[in-house]
């Protein structure tokens, strides 16, 4: 497999589908133990929670009739009846007896049975019945147990309510299934019997505790109390009922393979009863194979999409990879052109990103020595024109200069002098010059035309000692002093001339100001327009020609860190800032003179 798609279709095969496949195998066996295991632990955490909860509320409620021993009235009763409670204030009994039936929620009916007079009365939703004589209430099997035992109170397994005394507030039609609590009243100090007192209990609280046991997947739970009575089920027609003979018998058999059970024995008051959870077999059983089907699924899925991602791979990597190198192959044949995809994010993306960044920097170098070699020619065609036998034109300027001194008029030969510099500085254009010479240039220049227009022409330059130091290009601040006169001083003779300079950190600026007539923002706008344009973009407007030549003439020997800057004053003149950076050798040459700082 040669090829980049078969060689990813191997390592699919090898380092995922099958080590996934194998995975998938040993995974079945040991999650089916650990599955159930985990769901065992958790259960019996759960059942021990909850039957904790069971033996606090049972608790609390067998507790509850304690609460009567604190009634003196009601106790007095217990303890001589009601014929000899010759104190007994009968409205504050029965608004403690409402009191007490309504402390709890889940109470439905309370009974009191008094043994030294038989007779009996009951409470239902907090209204107290009439007395009644009652002396089979001993002969109940509930109460003949608790009689015959030494236990304070009975449960009695839930059965539909019963209407004790058969009074009329308690309805026919009410046949909610309770659980009862009867508790013994006895004399604390001689222990005699004095009567029962029956709690009927809503079980929909208790079951509401029950119910907390997770019941999913068709798990059921059982409450059972020690005769076997069911107290609470999942299948509500077994309340109060014997556990069926099937059911005991799953309950007997904990390590059946069809179910799983788990019984919590309980504790407190209610000593021997259990909490018992039967959880069908089949149910882990099969989330286990859900689980390896679901797994074997997935694998297949893996695989069909690692057979898409092959393909997706194979166009979408691939073919860029191809395309990028087929564009660089056109750039070996001489295409310099070439368009790249920048868009991409990738590593491609980044190849094809420093690639053309990289053919950008190639065409500007070769466009920038394009550029400096038509200057160079230009430059050196202009300095043949100027050199026509330059001692004949030198000789007859000094011929000159010695008539004017023997005309006594020396200010003619000094005039002469100063053209003579100017023209022998002009003959070295385009060389690197001090910015000494350049001002030297400049002074003689303005010496000629403060004779034209007379001493009210005025200007400074403010140049230090190290900046009079610094190589430049040469003619590169007088056409800057002619534009001075051309669009300025020549139309209002009223304006002062400023060159100045700075040294900050690695740059020279170089200031040219002047108080003359300025122009508008359109206009301002329009020169930087004109001025700006590339030297690679080709032709431009010939008006402002000095300020884009020496715009050019700077991005050609220092690069981009070069830059020439105008503004207007707020309308009130014109100032002309050129940053030229202080590095030790620039890329550009003009005329073979590498252009360096001193």
Known sequence: MKTIRGRLLLMLVLFILIPYFLTVVILYGVTKNSVERHELQNSRAQMQKNAEELQQYFGDLVDLPYILYRNPDLFRIFQHGFKDSIYLDQSSMEKSLETFYLMRKEIRQLRFYIARDQESFTVYNAIVSTRKHRPNVLKEKPVQHLLYSRQKYIIEPPHPLKNYNNVAIVPQSDNTKVLTIHHKITDILSGQFLGIMTMDINPGTYSGIIEKVEQKNGASVLLVDDHNHVMYGNNRSLFGKQVPASLKREMNAPQSKENIVLSQSLSGPLDGWKLVKITPGDVLFSNVRK???????????????????????????????????????????????????????????????????????????????????????????????????????????????????????????????????????????????????????????????????????????????????????????????????????????????????????????????????????????????????????????????????????????????????????????????????????????????ESTYR
């Open 291 to 593: 689980t390896a089907y679901t797994n074997i699924l997935i694998g297949l899925g893996v695989g069909l999409l690692g057979l898409i991602m092959i393909g997706f791979i194979s166009y979408r990597i691939t073919r860029p990879i191809q395309e990028l190198s087929d564009k660089v192959r056109s750039i070996e044949g001489g295409k310099m052109n070439v368009p790249f995809d920048t868009s991409r994010k990738d590593e491609i993306g980044h190849l094809e990103t420093h690639i053309e960044e990289m053919m950008h920097r190639i065409n500007l170098h070769i466009d920038r020595e394009y550029k400096l070699e038509i200057e160079n020619r230009k430059n050196q065609l202009s300095a043949l024109k100027s050199q026509v036998n330059p001692h004949f034109l030198f000789n007859a300027l000094q011929s000159i200069g010695a008539v004017a001194l023997r005309s006594k008029t020396p200010r003619v030969y000094q005039l002469l002098t100063s053209l003579s510099k100017m023209m022998r500085y002009s003959i070295q254009a385009n060389q690197w010059v001090m910015v000494k010479d350049e001002v030297a240039y400049i002074k003689a220049y303005l010496t000629l035309q403060q004779e034209r227009f007379g001493r009210s022409l005025n200007y400074s330059i403010e140049l230090g000692d190290e900046i009079m130091q610094t190589t430049i290009p040469s003619m590169i601040l007088q056409p800057l002093v002619e534009n001075f006169f051309k669009h300025g001083y020549e139309k209002t003779h009223q304006a002062h001339l400023s060159i100045y300079g700075t040294l900050e950190k690695e740059f020279l600026y170089l200031f040219v100001e002047n108080n003359g007539p300025s122009m508008g923002d359109e206009a301002l706008q329009e020169l930087k327009e004109n001025i700006y344009v590339s030297p690679a973009d080709g032709d431009y407007s010939n008006e402002h020609i000095g300020l884009k030549n020496i715009y050019d003439r700077l991005l050609l020997n220092y690069g981009p860190g070069a830059n020439l800057e105008i503004d207007t004053l707020l309308e009130k003149g014109f100032l002309v800032k050129l940053s030229i950076p202080l590095t030790e050798s620039t890329e550009g040459e003009e005329d073979g003179h």
